[in-house]
């Protein structure tokens, strides 16, 4: 007779647990946005000087690693103004006005998905023919006109920005919301007296917030492009504020002599945008059904 031993009988009986593995560009990605909140959330503990401070007698200064003192760790700007405490304040205003630009937009855009889907008729048309308008339209222009006729204030270009976008989560709460009306769910929720307002908070929109995060973190990166360029032209936030946009125009005169002014804010913004997307397009293959057999 032959007793089988417990580790082996274990071992044969005991499931496999796979473990979920994540790409390495996408935990770099990860890794880099909690680094930018954390600085988002710190700014006014990690920097080391009034970002606004000036001293024309330290102007120009290089960077540590150019032979530079550990006074200024990034050096100094035009003014005399240190290039790391402009940077941290810089990444928490940009941030600030991509996610409240966004989450503007992202709000407007499902509320007026949600009407269109519901009363159809008069009132879908309206809503479709402003997002039709809306697309058509180039939006530095839009973002041009309104900054001339109401002045650049930081509130306001914060809504400037929410205008970016809202058409595209109107036409995906739009369709997503008509293909949910049809489904077994809806269907039985109102047969049982359910209100729409009901239906819609309640059924619906839990099961398409993950195509509106998706969207979310697609937006995200192209309005603070869309900061960056205004600010560097000169037409978004203003001194004595600072932003990425505002670093990386004001230090375009000075890249043959002092090129960390705008490398430095430039290569944030690119890190940024690209850790976005990457993270962005990682959650759509890991939420879309039909790509997540092949994403695993």
Not at 76 to 95: K, N, P, W
Request: charged letters at 10%; one cysteine or more; aromatic letters at 12%.
């Amino acid at each position: 007779m032959t007793l089988a031993l417990p580790w082996r009988r274990w071992g044969r009986t005991a499931p496999t647990k796979t473990r979920q593995r994540y790409p390495a560009v996408v935990v770099l990605a990860m890794l880099f946005i909690v680094f930018l909140f954390c600085i988002f959330c710190f700014a006014d503990v990690l920097a080391p000087y009034d970002y606004r401070a000036q001293s024309l007698r330290h102007r120009l200064a290089p960077p540590i690693f150019l032979g530079g003192t550990g006074t200024h760790f990034l050096g100094t700007d035009e003014l005399g103004r240190d290039v790391l405490s402009r940077l941290i304040y810089a990444i928490r205003f940009s941030i600030l006005v991509a996610l409240g630009g966004t989450a503007i937009g992202a709000l407007v855009g499902t509320m007026l998905g949600f009407l269109a889907a519901h009363f159809r008729g008069l009132v879908e048309e309206i809503i479709m023919m402003l997002a039709d308008v809306q697309a058509s339209l180039p939006f530095m222009l839009i973002a041009l006109a309104l900054i001339a006729a109401f002045g650049g204030s930081f509130l306001l270009f914060i809504f400037i920005m929410g205008f970016y976008g809202w058409e595209i989560f109107a036409r995906l709460t739009r369709g997503v919301v008509i293909s949910a009306q049809g489904q077994g769910y809806a269907t039985a929720m109102t047969a049982l007296g359910a209100t729409p307002w009901t239906i819609y908070t309640r059924h619906i929109l839990p099961n398409i917030m993950s195509v509106l995060i998706v969207q979310f973190t697609l937006n995200f990166p192209q309005v603070i492009l869309l900061e960056t360029s205004l600010s560097f032209l000169g037409l978004g936030i203003r001194p004595p504020l600072t932003s990425l946009g505002q670093m990386l125009g004001a230090g375009r005169a000075y890249l043959t002599t002092a090129w960390w002014i705008a490398v430095l804010p430039g290569t944030v913004i690119f890190l940024t945008t690209m850790s976005i997307s990457i993270l962005g397009d990682w959650i759509r293959d890991r939420l879309d059904p039909t790509l997540r057999g092949s994403s695993s």
